[in-house]
């Protein structure tokens, strides 16, 4: 084990990796004047997915996972960088991106918006989205200034959806992280790759083996279980690489045209889609 | 059998047009295609022509390359057609109503930036702009994946996307069962690229290990 640390998943040391940072990020935004830290600390989650080219299916998961998450009587925010490609507020049912923009009082931010979505029932979903396009740089110290915010510090769970490539700052450990590879041999590569990256200070790590409903999920299972051989034998010693199938259904489908969360649909109990996004954030909430 | 899909590109011109004239109705919800090639010699041509659900004209301009001098063409077919508007809807009417300013969808495969605010701007709301990947799998079929670029400087703009898939015969692609390991890993090193994926820090080894 050596050098491994034990994954941090506490609100402080979340803070402490991003906020010394001393990159100039040429923004205008104030940098929060530091708070009192909340007793209990959310727990935080990227989603990664590799699956291309297959851009809605990358959000789909991720917003379904949050409304999962918030089923559950957990406050969720999720943090999302899908940018140009961000469908994210279209599967939460959300016509116009700037309607119902929540900019806190007293802080001024260029480049991210905050909104509060909600379903009846449920707990309270924070939606983060860049205000800024892809091509303008998010700057670095953004993402820390975002977990600074009142609503997301004080929320149980953080979602990091990040299906354009790196995280915006990949120094930070997790307790886990959720990977979503399908049967490409590209989709394993880069599963791999990220596992590499984030194996110093992530040990554990959900797969989603995503396959269309009624194709045969050996061929992904297959791509599983190399990446996995792989992982165990060039990487470091602990890693924990936990599988969950995570098919694609007709209700998904549905669910992604209709613009409304699989679990708010009115028969997810027989959606495999929904079981499966059920286990996964029960498999999160759990901290198995 | 695999279902690897390797990026292509287009070479011919008249592949992006059959591949985009084979996913009108997924690219203009409810549409089909009335005509290829408007315009004349002159001033260029629009690719295709096609109609909404609605029965309102959509024009196509493709530009395979992505060489920006390409849009002085569409430019030039703009002219054209705000000039010859009224001939070109007799030519077509009864299948399709066409305006003095028409729906126009460009596709490309990259927009530099100013290149995307000139061409949003050109004709305002009307014009949509589509990016496209191209993909072969492993029997030579070629698909797209496009995109629908939106204005990112203008307030919620980032939103919109679309993802097609089309396929039509293509060239002989190569063989990935009998491809030899280095070339495999080559390969996909150059896919994941296209894909703005960085594998940079997977080892060739590594590599091999997830392919064997």
């Not at chain 2, 010859?84 to 003095?100: I, M, S």
């Amino acid at each position: 084990m050596g050098d491994m640390k034990r994954p941090a998943k506490g609100f402080d040391e979340i803070s402490r990796v991003f906020l010394p940072s001393t990159t100039p990020d040429h923004s205008a935004e104030m940098v929060p004047q530091a708070a009192a830290l909340p007793s209990r600390s959310p727990l935080l989650f990227p989603v990664l997915c590799c699956l291309s080219p297959a851009p809605a299916v990358e959000s789909f998961f991720a917003c379904n996972l949050s409304v999962e998450i918030a089923k559950n009587n957990k406050t969720v925010t999720l943090i999302d960088f899908g940018f140009e490609r961000s469908v994210v507020r279209h599967l939460m049912g959300c016509s116009n991106p700037i309607s119902n923009a929540v900019t806190p009082a007293g802080a001024l931010h260029p480049d991210y918006r905050l909104e509060s979505i909600k379903f009846d029932g449920l707990a309270e979903i924070t939606l983060v989205l860049p205000a800024r396009p892809r091509e303008l740089n998010f700057p670095k110290r953004t993402l820390g200034r975002i977990l600074t915010e009142d609503k997301v510090r004080k929320c149980n769970v953080i979602l990091i959806n990040s299906p354009m490539g790196p995280m915006p700052e990949i120094r930070t450990r997790f307790p886990k992280a959720i990977l979503l590879i399908d049967d490409q041999i590209h989709s394993l590569a880069r599963g791999y790759s990220w596992i590499k990256r984030l194996s110093s200070g992530c040990l554990c790590f959900i797969i989603g083996a995503v396959h269309r409903e009624g194709e045969d999920s050996k061929t992904v299972m297959r791509g599983v279980s190399k990446l996995q051989n792989a992982a165990f034998k060039h990487l470091p010693v602990g890693l924990k690489l936990r599988v969950i199938s995570m098919p694609l259904d007709m209700e998904a489908r549905a669910s992604m045209h209709s613009g409304k969360p699989l679990a708010l649909r009115e028969s997810p109990a027989l959606s495999s889609s929904a079981g499966a996004i059920a286990k996964l954030c029960g498999s999160l909430l759990r901290n198995e | 059998m695999s279902r690897l899909l390797t990026p292509a590109s287009i070479v011919d011109p008249r592949e992006l047009v059959e591949l985009v004239s084979g996913a009108i109705s997924e690219i203009v919800s409810g549409g089909f295609l009335i005509d290829f090639a408007l315009g004349n010699e002159e001033y260029g041509y629009f690719d295709l022509v096609a109609a909404n659900e609605n029965r309102e004209g959509v024009l196509f301009f493709l530009n395979s390359s992505g060489d920006e001098v390409e849009y002085l063409r569409f430019l030039k077919c703009m002219c054209w057609y705000q000039e010859n508007w009224r001939t070109v809807q007799k030519l077509h009417a009864g299948r399709v109503a066409l305006g003095p300013i028409p729906t126009v969808f460009v596709v490309a495969p990259r927009y530099s930036n100013s290149m995307r605010k000139v061409l949003l701007n050109v004709g305002g709301s009307r014009i949509t702009l589509l990016k496209y990947n191209c993909f072969q799998d492993s029997n030579g079929k070629k698909s797209l994946s496009i995109e629908k670029v939106e204005d990112s400087s203008a307030v919620g703009g980032k939103t919109g996307f679309m993802y097609v898939s089309t396929t039509c015969p293509s060239r002989p692609a190569a063989d990935w069962p009998n491809m030899p390991m280095a070339e495999k890993i080559k390969y996909l090193r150059e896919f994941c690229r296209e894909m703005e994926a960085d594998i940079s820090n997977v080892s060739d080894e590594e590599l091999l290990d997830l392919l064997g």
